[in-house]
């Protein structure tokens, strides 16, 4: 009897003596070393800021993948391509075809801002505090909006202009939107393509058939025939050839402007207040 007393004993004190080590590891807080260790400092989840996560810490593949999708992408927006070409030889080339000034067109109401800014990017023109007022076609942007180039960037992080300045893109803004005293052409100066990134196309950049060139040498294969006629609609595909551009990264400053063209007197002495060279120039409009 007295022996069946001691077993029933022994059992208690073990039992009682595991209840405690399991509650003091339990107390331990995860990821924190023994005190006697020395060390306090808890083991993280992830690193800071960047959101990546320690394999070691996960086993699920779910949670990694969701965590690495955290970090920020890097916009690299320095140019993807250094010229060897000198200016003079940039200049030349175009001015070889009969090209001695690229054109942008825009509402009367912007041209304040670009004498103070100069033209920016489509992208950079929707940060400004103030409004800008976007003569474009808003089918025409959603397909540019698209188009990568081949140094990364989008083609509406570049300055469009036109190799010629009546063209059928111009001629449907004079036909269907505004009023020709509420337009303006500005004329830029080839001086914008030195120390630039700029490509130029052999039609409208919204056209999947349009290439883009980035050598100067290629501005044979653009369609001169059509470019330099008045008229495009008696070429096949003379709509979007007439339309060549020079997209310009990132921007023109204001002295590359060498003049804004109005529609009429009344046109010009409505900007009368901004001093920049404004000249009237009827011949350029439809």
């Known amino acids: 009897m007295f022996w069946l007393l001691g077993i029933v004993v022994v059992t208690i004190v073990v039992v009682e003596r595991f209840s405690e080590g399991s509650k003091k590891k339990g107390n331990q807080a995860p990821g924190l070393k023994n005190e006697k260790s020395g060390s306090s400092k808890p083991k993280k989840d992830f690193e800071p800021l960047t959101g990546k996560t320690k394999s070691e810490d996960f086993d699920d593949g779910i949670i990694l993948r969701k965590l690495e999708k955290i970090e920020s992408p890097v916009i690299d927006r320095s140019p993807k391509t250094k010229r060897d070409v000198p200016f003079s030889a940039i200049k030349k080339a175009f001015e070889n075809h009969g090209i001695y000034s690229l054109w942008h067109i825009t509402h009367r109401d912007n041209v304040q801002s670009i004498h103070k800014e100069g033209i920016l990017s489509h992208s950079d023109s929707k940060k400004l505090p103030r409004r800008v007022k976007d003569i474009s076609c808003f089918d025409v942007q959603k397909r540019r909006k698209n188009k990568f180039l081949k140094s990364g960037r989008n083609v509406h992080e570049y300055v469009p202009t036109y190799m010629k300045v009546r ?29 630039a990134e700029f490509y130029f196309t052999d039609g409208n950049a919204a056209s999947n058939a349009t ?6 040498d290629k501005m044979d294969c653009l369609p001169w025939e059509v470019l330099n006629d008045d008229w495009w609609n008696k070429f096949e595909d003379g709509k979007r050839k007439k339309c060549a551009e020079v997209l310009i990264y990132p921007s023109i400053a204001p002295e590359h402007i060498k003049c804004v063209h109005c529609y009429s007197d009344e046109a010009i002495e409505k900007l009368g207040s901004i001093r920049c060279h404004l000249k009237k120039s009827k011949a350029y409009f439809f």
């Open 167 to 195: 063209n059928p893109m111009y001629y449907r803004v004079c036909a269907e939107k505004l009023h020709l005293d509420e337009l303006c052409i500005v004329e830029v100066s080839l001086s914008a393509l030195e120390n």
């Open 211 to 216: 290439k883009f060139y980035d050598d100067i």
